[in-house]
């Protein structure tokens, strides 16, 4: 797999709990050829990595794959309706931005902050 895949593929295995950044997968797949664990090569324009024998072994040996534990606990069914809540405010604040006038364009802004800072509040037990 290319380093693209592979940040796409544990964010699948976690059920989107853990999606690791490219900035966080390719300096450690450095280490991991460095360390002789991993090899890498080109083909098409993509650096594909696979494991070594000694990879291989590590990886037999080690503890339990991260991305197990990710998921864990997670209740996804309320995950999927904070996602739809947040998408769907950006849906319709976009909306208003696109077409709305600017005094409109004005009191969407105030009601995304006036909300803001409502969730801050619930944090703090104040109403």
């Keep these: 797999m290319h380093g693209y895949e592979m940040i796409q593929e544990i964010a699948e295995r976690s059920g989107g709990a853990w999606k690791p950044s490219p ?20 083909e098409g324009g993509k650096k594909l990595f696979s494991l070594t024998e000694a990879g291989t072994s590590a990886a037999d040996e080690g503890p339990e794959a991260p991305w197990e534990d990710a998921g864990r606990g997670v209740d996804w069914d309320t995950i999927n309706e904070i996602r739809q809540a947040g998408f769907g405010l950006m849906e319709a604040f976009g909306q208003v931005w696109k077409t ?21 509040l619930i944090l703090a037990d104040e109403d």
């Design 23 to 42: 900035g966080s997968v390719y300096p450690t797949l450095q280490l991991l050829e460095d360390e002789g664990l991993i090899v890498s090569e080109t």
């Design 100 to 120: 709305g006038s600017a005094e409109q364009r004005q009191k969407a802004l105030a009601v995304v902050n006036e909300a803001r800072k409502k969730l801050y």
